[in-house]
């Protein structure tokens, strides 16, 4: 069955950077879209970024130019690098591939 498993979450800094993965297994991952989406305290779940499987970007407008997804049809692996974070985007990061969603990993912006 699909399965997606998240990590790289952690504390880190404001101005800090951190590198997402997620492990994806159960389904042709080469063919597929895929997105990430984050979820603040409080706050609907939100897109962040996808690609699509000719590596086509997208990103939200609020993290354009700071974060930057990529995939590895390889390793059936999804990354999002993310620079320059803020206290204002400590979330739950989650991957997506269809109507599939990972556990979710916690990225938390603070001193």
């Known amino acids: 069955q699909v399965q997606l498993v998240e990590s790289g979450g952690g504390l880190v800094q404001p101005g800090g950077s951190l590198t997402l993965s997620c492990a994806a297994s159960?389904?042709?991952?080469?063919?597929?879209?895929m997105c990430w989406y984050r979820q603040a305290p409080g706050k609907e779940r939100e897109l962040v970024a996808s690609?699509?499987?000719?590596?086509?970007?997208n990103y939200a407008d609020s993290v354009k130019g700071r974060f930057a997804i990529s995939r590895d049809n390889a390793r059936n692996t999804l990354y999002l690098q993310m620079n320059s974070l803020q206290p204002e985007e400590t979330a739950v990061h989650y991957c997506?591939?269809?109507?599939?969603w990972g556990q979710g990993t916690q990225v938390a912006v603070a001193t």
């Open positions: 997506k591939a269809h109507n599939n």
């Open positions: 690609v699509s499987s000719n590596f086509r970007t």
């Open positions: 159960g389904f042709t991952f080469s063919i597929y879209f």
